[in-house]
C-alpha cells in the first residue's frame, strides 16, 4: 500500500543545560561548570524510493537527540547527534504555515532546529562574581506536526480511465514490473518505469467525477502535476473515443487548468482487441491526432520508442 498523504510529528534535540561546579585542583578553586550541548537537527533527505513514506505508518513521532549536559572542570556536553530521514523526492512538507519540496536525491533539507545548550557557571564568572552560583538551562528544539505530501516527479504520466494498457505499457517499454491481467479495476497504486534517462509514471486509472472525490477521488491527480508530458490512453474497444478523452480531460480540468497546457500525445491501445475495420469506424467519428498501439505489435512499440527518443533528445 502506498502512503503518499500522512501527518506525522517531529521533534529536533533539546539543547543540554549548563553546570554549576567548582575546580578541585588546590589554589585554584574557581568556576568550572561546563556549558550544554546543543540539541541535534532534524533534516529530510530525498530518495528515489516512491514506498519511502511506509515508515510512518505506524511510527508517527520522530525526533533528534537531545544535547547533554554540562559538566565539571570544563568539560561541555556532547552535542546531540542530528537525523536524516529518508522520503522520497517529489514530497511537499506542509508546516508553520509554509511548505519546503523535496526534489533532489540525496540533499538535507533542515526541518527542525535543535536548541541551544546553556551556559555553565564558568562563563559567568566576573571580577565582581568569582563564585557564580548560577547557570543556564538548554533551550527547547523545535517541535511541531507536519503534513507530508507526495507529488511523483516524472517525465511522462501515463492517463486515461481502468484497464486501457498503461501497465502493460509501462512494463513493456521498462523494467518495472506492475501486476498486469484484465482486471475489471484500476490499479491502486502508481508504478514507475525507467526509460533511458526518462522517468515514466503510470498514473492509476481515473473516472468521471474523480476530481469531486469519486472512486480513489483526487487521491492520484496530484501525481500528475509534476510530469511535464501527458501520455493519454483510450481503449480502442471504447464506444466513444471522444467523449472517454473528454471526460478525462474534463477531470484534469476541475482538478488543476494548469494540466490542460501540459504537452499530450493520444494512444488508443488495444487495438487488437477489435478488427481493423471497426476501428477505421470509430476513427471517423473523431478527427484526431492519436497513435495506434498494441503490446502484440511490434511496429506499434517502436512507434512510441521513437516518441520517447525524440522527448528524449528535446529533453
Not at 585554584?28 to 510512518?56: E, I, T
Not at 547527534?81 to 506542509?94: A, C, L, Q, R, S
Not at 518505469?193 to 498514473?203: K, P, Q, R
Not at 498494441?294 to 525524440?310: H, P, Q, T
Amino acid at each position: 500500500m502506498l502512503i503518499d498523504d500522512i501527518k506525522i510529528k517531529v521533534r529536533a534535540g533539546n539543547g543540554g543545560k549548563g553546570c554549576v561546579a567548582f575546580n578541585k585542583i588546590k589554589f585554584s578553586r574557581g568556576p568550572a561548570g561546563g556549558s550544554g550541548g546543543k540539541g541535534g537537527d532534524l533534516y529530510f533527505v530525498g530518495v528515489s524510493d516512491l514506498s519511502a513514506l511506509k515508515q510512518f505508518r505506524f511510527k508517527k513521532d520522530v525526533m533528534s537527540e537531545d544535547g547533554e549536559n554540562g559538566k565539571g572542570q570544563f568539560r561541555d556536553g556532547r552535542d546531540g547527534e542530528d537525523v536524516f530521514i529518508k522520503i522520497p523526492v517529489g514530497t511537499v512538507v506542509h508546516y508553520k504555515k509554509e511548505k519546503k519540496e523535496i526534489v533532489k536525491i540525496g540533499e538535507p533539507v533542515l526541518i527542525a532546529k535543535g536548541g541551544l545548550g546553556g551556559k555553565g557557571n564558568f562563563l559567568f564568572r566576573s571580577s565582581r562574581n568569582t563564585t557564580p552560583m548560577q547557570c543556564q538551562p538548554g533551550t527547547s528544539g523545535e517541535a511541531f506536526e507536519l503534513r507530508l505530501e507526495l507529488k511523483m516527479i516524472a517525465d511522462i504520466g501515463f492517463i486515461g480511465f481502468p484497464n486501457v494498457g498503461k501497465s502493460s505499457l509501462l512494463k513493456e517499454l521498462t523494467k518495472a514490473d506492475p501486476k498486469v491481467a484484465n482486471y475489471p479495476f484500476t490499479t491502486l497504486e502508481p508504478n514507475l518505469g525507467v526509460y533511458y534517462d526518462l522517468i515514466l509514471a503510470d498514473i492509476p486509472g481515473l473516472i468521471e467525477g474523480a476530481s469531486e472525490g469519486k472512486g480513489l477521488g483526487d487521491k492520484f491527480l496530484r501525481h500528475i502535476e509534476r510530469t511535464k508530458i501527458l501520455f493519454h490512453f483510450i481503449s480502442a474497444e471504447s464506444e466513444d473515443f471522444k467523449k472517454d478523452y473528454e471526460t478525462i480531460r474534463n477531470e484534469l480540468g476541475e482538478y488543476n487548468k494548469d494540466l490542460l497546457d501540459k504537452d499530450e500525445y493520444i494512444f488508443i491501445s488495444k487495438t487488437d482487441t477489435i478488427s481493423e475495420k471497426e476501428l477505421k469506424d470509430k476513427l471517423k467519428k473523431w478527427k484526431k491526432k492519436v497513435n495506434l498501439i498494441s503490446i502484440y505489435n511490434y511496429e506499434s512499440i517502436e512507434e512510441v520508442k521513437k516518441i520517447l527518443n525524440k522527448i528524449m533528445k528535446d529533453k
